[in-house]
């Protein structure tokens, strides 16, 4: 059973950039698709972005090119990168497998709350 | 790209059957059998409920069930019980090679 782990600073400044990672065990990043998924305090969840391992990528049109993620298949490791941060950005970060058979989130990170203040 | 709309809140009482509604459009529920569910309990991640429409994940109990008709999907929850109670959201892929959640639904149960 895979298992991810989100970890990254709690804290970040305004116009800053967010940086977090997520580490797979019990299976590879290869052959998977695996996104990024947020949540506002008190708010719904909003689909980010994901990778594909070979490095194919796609972000939420909303978050326009403040996205980057990446892989790190020596690390078993997916990155998300947000640049420009502002207090809307302040979210529960959640990492997910994408299981592509059917385009859905089958396994889950616990989440980790990043806040933008100064 | 647009959220999904949910309806914010749906309640029951224990045993009785609730019914959530998601609607979207021709470009994302209506078009494609790429609509998830989620249950998310308060502080936890949310778990994977419904995949491919109707499909249930192995250990998800089969109160749980869904279908769709044109751009609205529906999750009923029969035999409503006290666990139950969390936070319902939806999920579709889209046109655009994108995915776009719901509003979300909180679910009480009386």
């Known amino acids: 059973q895979v298992q991810l782990q989100e970890s990254g600073p709690g804290l970040v400044k305004p116009s800053e950039t967010l940086s977090l990672t997520c580490t797979v065990s019990?299976?590879?990043?290869?052959?998977?698709?695996w996104t990024w998924i947020r949540q506002p305090p008190g708010k719904g969840l909003e689909w980010v972005g994901y990778?594909?391992?070979?490095?194919?990528?796609k972000s939420n049109p909303s978050l326009k090119s403040r996205v980057t993620i990446l892989g790190d298949t020596s690390k078993n490791q997916v990155s998300l990168k947000l640049s420009s941060v502002t207090a809307a950005d302040t979210a529960v970060y959640y990492c997910?497998?994408?299981?592509?058979?059917?385009?859905?989130?089958?396994?889950w990170g616990q989440g980790t709350l990043v806040t933008v203040s100064s | 790209q647009s959220a999904l709309t949910q309806p914010a809140s749906v309640s029951g009482s224990p045993g009785q059957s609730i019914t959530i509604s998601c609607t979207g459009t021709?470009?994302?529920?209506?078009?494609?059998?790429?609509v998830s569910w989620y249950q998310q309990h308060p502080g936890k991640a949310p778990k994977l409920m419904i995949y491919?429409?109707?499909k249930r994940p192995s250990g998800i109990s089969s109160r749980f069930s869904a279908s769709k008709s044109g751009n609205t999907a529906s999750l009923t929850i029969s035999g409503l019980q006290a666990e139950d109670e969390a936070d319902y959201y939806c999920?579709?892929?889209?046109?655009?090679?994108?995915?776009?959640f719901g509003t979300g639904t909180k679910i009480t149960v009386l």
């Open positions: 019990g299976g590879s990043i290869n052959n998977y698709y």
């Open positions: 491919d429409v109707t």
């Open positions: 021709s470009n994302d529920v209506g078009g494609f059998n790429y």
């Open positions: 990778l594909y391992y070979s490095g194919h990528t």
């Open positions: 997910a497998r994408v299981v592509v058979s059917g385009w859905y989130f089958l396994s």
């Open positions: 999920n579709s892929y889209t046109s655009s090679s994108t995915y776009v």
